[in-house]
């Protein structure tokens, strides 16, 4: 099984800043790789995908990037709505495994 | 337009058993996958297995065979994921989601449900 690790935990970011994330996988997923937000009380949704390619809808303050086993998705000025957990999903290998979640918080 | 529901809240006993269920509406329900993902309160996202309407191929994570079964009627545009006998542990939300994929296989979930409480408790 590919292991989905995360990094932060949780992030503490002002409104207007960048916050970046961390995902990293146990072995190669190519660029087998989305992203997900969750927000609270809510069902997660699609972000980013193929590692870079943002879902439709999906506003360009977002942007993902890396490959192999190393990922990060940016968001470049954080707006209130943005304040959510995300989730990296790898499609590479079976079983589809997540990590384990980033909270990005309000500082 | 794309939409899946999922069936309302259910609080249950353990041992007893459980069908809830996901319908899918605004697409050709038989071209695309279903997957199931479990939420324990608090906790992060798990696929659990999918299925493809279209000829009721499914898999299973490893952690979930045998746990429960996931099925589906075209005709009604309806996935279902089902336990025999409920446990405590079973307490979770669960998500259904439209899978993206194509002729090669199955990939990320861009179409998701609102999410099915499930509650074990005597």
């Known amino acids: 099984e590919t292991v989905m690790t995360q990094s932060p935990t949780t992030l503490s970011v002002s409104p207007g800043e960048r916050a970046a994330l961390s995902c990293r996988a146990s072995q190669s997923v190519s660029s087998y790789l989305a992203w997900y937000q969750q927000r609270p009380g809510q069902a997660p949704r699609l972000l980013i995908y193929a590692a870079s390619t943002r879902a439709t809808g999906i506003p360009a303050r977002f942007s993902g990037s890396g490959s192999g086993t190393e990922f990060t998705l940016t968001i470049s000025s954080l707006q209130s709505e943005d304040f959510a957990v995300y989730y990296c999903?790898?499609?590479?290998?079976?079983?589809?495994?997540f990590g384990q979640g980033t909270k990005v918080e309000i500082k | 337009e794309v939409q899946v529901v999922q069936s309302g809240i259910e609080l249950k006993k353990p041992g007893e058993s459980l069908r809830i269920s996901c319908t899918g509406s605004g697409y050709t329900f038989t071209d695309h996958w279903i997957a199931w993902v479990r939420q324990k309160s608090g906790k992060g996202l798990e696929w659990m297995g999918n299925?493809?309407?279209?000829?009721?191929?499914?898999r299973y994570s490893p952690s979930f065979q045998g746990q429960v079964t996931i099925s589906a009627d075209k005709s009604i545009s309806t996935a279902y994921l089902q336990w025999s006998s409920l446990k405590a542990s079973d307490t979770a939300i669960y998500f259904c989601?439209?899978?993206?994929?194509?002729?090669?296989?199955?990939?990320?979930?861009?179409?998701w449900g609102q999410g099915t409480l499930v509650t074990v408790s005597s």
């Open positions: 299925i493809y309407p279209g000829d009721s191929d499914t």
């Open positions: 999903q790898q499609y590479d290998t079976w079983p589809r495994t």
């Open positions: 989601a439209r899978v993206e994929g194509d002729g090669s296989g199955f990939y990320y979930l861009n179409y």
